[in-house]
């Protein structure tokens, strides 16, 4: 059957695709639909038609997939936050393995690689460690809400639906955060419904309050509130702040964040100091961070433990070699490593994170790490040794092709490749394919109820495999 835009149809999923949306293919014609489960039969409607493809959007599900399973989440079917909870854990695994497999044969062209079982996270529920809240003027109302004329209509704090730049879920619940910080946001919630000032608005840019972000240290099971305006206004932070601290003894610190940024970004112009210090305390194995407000770290802490142990097991040091990290970040890496290496240079483009990088050294009495500032490609040759194995952990979208010549170019016996994407990592395996054998790749699930899939590549030099 030809399938049209703006028609209606009755199809079976008989897959997932990579991005987690399910697939039907009538007539050989695949059709995108999200929220489906393989064994769905569902109603949808075609939004979206090109020439090879459609995209569908779920009306009713006719015949539910014999995997379906309930989820725990109230706002599952429209969050975009966690949506494979109706999919048992197990099968997300198989589903995340598949997508690197797929990825590296169809996108990097890359066959017979290894690629072992997902390692899975011990936790499914409450595992991140941070949360981003937006605050809106317009909130989101859930179906069964939208005829209950008794419901306020106006602000709410939480996550945006897909598709929709200015409205959130007002979010009671969360799952994937510790139980803690549900109850956190409520009193947040609470004052700011009181406080007579207006969340912001995107499209008016007016309203005073813009963000709440949680943050958790899993070590000290202790929290930091960040609290993201528009303007000072101290006197009313204050009452907030004074508020938490009395209620939470979990609270470590409450920062403020003041922007006037248009674009939906919850980085601050100005940090003010509420309560406590203006950081919290993280421990991966036996080494401590320094986390900030606007600073990155692994949202899943447990799981990264794990992740950093299949970098440990792939970069195989006897602390003879140097390592060169490069997207270095806040240092987790070379921090990690620096017990098996004589010595590690970390390259990193975002100044706070460098400074973090320094500061997580000196706090771990680290002295065989040096963090380098600046653009890869641009910074390389200030790397004063040839580096015997390079670990390279990239934003999603992957290497720039510079900094693939520049690893060729130094061409080490051994690389690590870390990855958030299975697609750039097909794509930058095949760049260094030519002088590289990819001997294996483990997956590492960071993210459950998510398509989100970590990855672990290692790399060795073609000739140093034919000389043993």
Known sequence: MPVKKRKTYELDIIDLAFGGKGLAKPDGFPVFVDRCVPGDRVFVKIFKKKKSWAEGRLINIVTPSPLRREARCEYNRFCGGCKWQQ?????????????????????????????????????IYEYRNKMEFSCSAMRWLMPEELADESVKKGFGIGLHVPGTFDKVIDIHTCHIMPALGNDILETIRGFVAESGLAAYHLRKHEGFWRFVM??????????????????????????????????FSRIRCIVNNITDARSGVSTGKEEILMHGEDHLIEKIGGYQFKISANSFFQTNTRACEKLYTKVSNYADLDG????????????????WLSGQAKKIYGIEIVHSAVVDAKENARLNGIDNCTFLEGDIKDVFRQVPEKP??????????????????????????????????????????????????????????????????????????????THG
């Open 87 to 123: 999919l048992p854990y197990e099968r997300q695994l198989e589903y995340k393995k598949r997508h690197v497999v797929e990825s590296l044969a169809h996108i990097g062209r890359l066959k017979d690689v290894r690629v072992t079982d997902v390692v899975p996270s011990d936790y």
């Open 320 to 335: 003879s070699q140097t390592v060169l990290d490069l997207y270095s970040g806040t240092g987790t890496i070379p921090i």
């Open 388 to 465: 015997d194995v390079i670990i390279i952990d990239p934003p999603r979208v992957g290497m720039h092709k510079d900094v693939v010549g520049h690893v060729l170019a130094h061409s080490p016996g051994k690389i690590v490749y870390v990855s958030c994407n299975p697609a750039t990592l097909a794509r930058d395996l095949e760049m260094l394919a030519s002088r590289y054998a990819v001997l294996e790749v483990t997956p590492v699930d960071m993210f459950p109820h998510t398509y989100h899939i970590e990855s672990v590549a290692l790399l060795v030099k073609k000739r140093n495999l």
């Open 214 to 247: 949680l943050r958790h240290s899993v070590a000290r099971d202790q929290w930091m509130v960040n609290l993201v305006t528009r303007e000072k206004r101290s006197d009313v932070i204050e009452s907030l702040s004074k508020q938490l601290v009395e209620k």
